[in-house]
T-cell receptor
Framework: DTEVTQTPKHLVMGMTNKKSLKCEQH?????MYWYKQKAKKPPELMFV???????INESVPSRFSPECPNSSLLNLHLHALQPEDSALYLC?????????????FGPGTRLTVL | GNSVTQMEGPVTLSEEAFLTINCTYT??????LFWYVQYPGEGLQLLLK?????DKGSNKGFEATYRKETTSFHLEKGSVQVSDSAVYFC????????????FGTGTRLKVLA
């Protein structure tokens, strides 16, 4: 099973709202990732967790707050977002940091900020 | 630095035509190379990968060979179908030191019946 699940599939929120995105995998992967993808662009890395610890933050604004409560779950907490944050948010996971490891992506959450 | 360059799209082909999507890369050492496909409204799916020079990745009729001498990883398929219409991303992962994938800009393929 190479499935990464993400909820919700779609999310519409106002600029003053607080919401969370959820990602789950049961492949025993110890690295998990958040990406942001704008239309007709490649995914842009936001955060990487390795063994439940944050290892990469690509200078993401603090209105995005990641959390990895256990090895299977990854959350992205959203607060005071801007309309330009509207995008497809993708979660991915891989076994470890090895260079041959494959990242497996979830279907994404399409976020609209009004 | 590390980078991936893909051919500009969109690429429009008739069904059963031959497909080539060019991908070249710049990296130190021996990165792993990947092709991902993204269908409309979906996440990325791994299509194939190669982890060392001269390796050939293949899946669902698609093939790509890791060419270190030309720093290329071109995607090919002998006979495309309408269902292959999607965006294709070439990506590399460095041999050490980081979890980061470097993605190309993506190439949109449209196959007409």
């Amino acid at each position: 099973d190479t499935e990464v699940t993400q909820t919700p599939k779609h999310l519409v929120m106002g600029m003053t709202n607080k919401k969370s995105l959820k990602c789950e995998q049961h492949m025993g992967h110890r690295a998990m990732y958040w990406y942001k993808q704008k239309a007709k662009k490649p995914p842009e890395l936001m955060f990487v967790y390795s063994y439940e610890k944050l290892s990469i933050n690509e200078s993401v604004p603090s209105r995005f707050s990641p959390e990895c409560p256990n090895s299977s779950l990854l959350n992205l907490h959203l607060h005071a977002l801007q309309p330009e944050d509207s995008a497809l948010y993708l979660c991915a996971s891989s076994h470890t940091s090895g260079s041959t490891d494959t990242q497996y992506f979830g279907p994404g959450t399409r976020l609209t900020v009004l | 630095g590390n980078s991936v360059t893909q051919m500009e799209g969109p690429v429009t082909l008739s069904e059963e035509a031959f497909l080539t999507i060019n991908c070249t890369y710049t990296a130190t050492g021996y990165p792993s190379l990947f092709w991902y496909v993204q269908y409309p409204g979906e996440g990325l799916q791994l299509l194939l990968k190669a982890t060392k020079a001269d390796d050939k990745g293949s899946n669902k009729g698609f093939e790509a060979t890791y060419r270190k001498e030309t720093t290329s990883f071109h995607l090919e398929k002998g006979s495309v179908q309408v269902s292959d219409s999607a965006v294709y991303f070439c990506a590399l992962r460095r041999a050490s030191g980081t979890y980061k994938y470097i993605f190309g800009t993506g190439t949109r393929l449209k196959v007409l019946a």
